[in-house]
């Protein structure tokens, strides 16, 4: 198949994200709609590329959901992720759990006749993002926004946005 063939990277539905969230930290996780996650309020962003480097999606997720679902994953407890989201500062534990998600999450790109995207960075919450990266954070269109609920954990936001 020649690269003139491939489709364009499709944006993942609700039901894919929180499927891949559930499969991962083996419990009970709901999709909501929510509001997109701003950088600027703190936030983890991890960068996905194509076989040149070129940024094709994005996946922001805010303190929250680091923090909960980074224990939820280890089981960790759950305090330990209310301290954490109540102070804004998440352990590095979590942020590198969390981490391991968002490179799961590269699946969630990865269809029949569409570019391979694997992750290639998650930057920390307030972390300068490139700017390439931040301007497409802020992109209106090609975005899921919602909010995940973990059973026993709580729940955080996730934007997942990808380049048109």
């Not at 940024?55 to 224990?71: E, T, W």
């Not at 330990?80 to 968002?102: H, K, R, T, Y």
């Not at 490179?103 to 993002?129: G, I």
């Amino acid at each position: 198949m020649s690269a003139v063939d491939l489709k364009p990277t499709p944006v993942p539905t609700a039901f894919e994200v929180r499927e891949l969230f559930e499969g991962m930290l083996g419990r009970g996780v709901e999709w909501g709609d929510g509001d997109r996650v701003d950088p600027l309020d703190g936030a983890a962003c991890a960068t996905y590329v194509d076989d040149f480097g070129n940024v094709k999606a994005i996946a922001l997720v805010d303190i929250p959901l680091i923090a909960r679902g980074g224990s939820a994953i280890a089981l960790m407890p759950q305090n330990g992720a209310e301290q954490a989201v109540s102070s804004g500062l998440v352990s590095p534990p979590q942020f590198d759990n969390m981490s391991e998600i968002l490179n799961v999450a590269a699946s969630l790109f990865n269809k029949k006749d569409t570019v391979h995207l694997k992750l290639q960075e998650t930057y920390a919450p307030r972390e300068t993002l490139p700017a390439d990266v931040n301007e497409l954070a802020l992109q209106q269109g090609g975005r899921i926004d919602g909010t995940l609920s973990i059973q026993g954990y709580g729940e955080g936001r996730i934007s997942v946005v990808v380049a048109f």
